[in-house]
C-alpha cells in the first residue's frame, strides 16, 4: 500500500488562478518531496522539504509541513496551462520513495 | 530534462515472456532505483543497486530481477510476465545512498503483456 495520500485526486482551474494540492502520509518522515509528472512520462522532482522545516518556497511553488498531522501542501501560484500535469508528494524511508497515488492537475487557458 | 535515460520506449510482450528494460544513470551517479507505476497510481519501488550490489527491495516477486554495471546503468529483467506487470517502469538515478534521497528519473518504459 502506498504510504502518502494526495487530496484531491483531479482539479481542475483556470489560468492565473492558484492550485493547492495535499498529502498525508503516515509514519514518521526525514524528508517529504513533490514530483511533477507530464502525461505519463518520467517524474520531475520539484521541491524537498525537510522534516524540520515548515514551510519552503521555489519560484511559483510553495510547500509546508506539518509533521503533527502528518501532512504537507503544495501551492502553485498564478497557475499556466503548462502547470497541467500530476502531482505527487513522495516520502524517504531508508533507501526507497515511497509515492501517494498522485492530483491531477488540469489548468485550462 | 534529466541525464537519465531508459530503452526501450515502449514493448508489448506476451504473457510467459521475459523482458529486459535498460536505464543509463545521469553522470556523477552511482545509484539507481526502479520503480513500477501501474496506470493511474503513484509509483511503487522496485528495487536499488548501488556500486552493482542490489540496495534494498520492494515487496516484488523474485522474477523480478535486476543488475547494475562497472558504468552505473542498469537492467530491469522480468520473467514469466503476467498481464498485472503491464505499467510504465521507470529507473532514477541518485549520488550515493545517504542524505535526502533526490532522484532523477528518465522518461520511462511503457510495458504491454498481452
Known amino acids: 500500500s502506498q504510504q502518502g495520500e494526495e487530496d484531491p485526486q483531479a482539479l481542475s482551474i483556470q489560468e492565473g488562478e492558484n492550485a493547492t494540492m495535499n498529502c498525508s502520509y503516515k509514519?514518521?518522515?526525514?524528508?517529504l518531496q513533490w514530483y511533477r509528472q507530464n502525461s505519463g512520462r518520467g517524474l520531475v522532482h520539484l521541491i524537498l522539504?525537510?522534516?524540520?522545516?515548515r514551510e519552503k518556497h521555489s519560484g511559483r511553488l510553495r510547500v509546508t509541513l506539518d509533521t503533527s498531522k502528518k501532512s504537507s501542501s503544495l501551492l502553485i501560484t498564478a497557475s499556466r496551462a503548462a502547470d497541467t500535469a500530476s502531482y505527487f508528494c513522495a516520502t524517504e524511508y531508508g533507501n526507497k520513495l515511497v509515492f501517494g497515488a498522485g492530483t491531477i492537475l488540469r489548468v485550462k487557458s | 530534462e534529466t541525464g537519465v535515460t531508459q530503452s526501450p520506449t515502449h514493448l508489448i510482450k506476451t504473457r510467459g515472456q521475459q523482458v529486459t528494460l535498460r536505464c543509463s544513470s545521469q553522470?556523477?551517479?552511482?545509484?539507481v532505483s526502479w520503480y513500477q507505476q501501474a496506470l493511474g497510481q503513484g509509483p511503487q519501488f522496485i528495487f536499488q543497486y548501488y556500486r552493482e550490489e542490489e540496495n534494498g527491495r520492494g515487496n516484488f516477486p523474485p522474477r523480478f530481477s535486476g543488475l547494475q554495471f562497472p558504468n552505473y546503468s542498469s537492467e530491469l529483467n522480468v520473467n514469466a510476465l503476467e498481464l498485472d506487470d503491464s505499467a510504465l517502469y521507470l529507473c532514477?538515478?541518485?549520488?550515493?545512498?545517504?542524505?535526502?534521497?533526490?532522484?532523477?528519473f528518465g522518461p520511462g518504459t511503457r510495458l504491454t503483456v498481452t
Open positions: 522539504i525537510r522534516s524540520n522545516e
Open positions: 509514519t514518521s518522515i526525514n524528508n
Open positions: 532514477a538515478s541518485s549520488r550515493g545512498t545517504g542524505g535526502p534521497l533526490e532522484q532523477y
Open positions: 553522470s556523477g551517479h552511482n545509484t
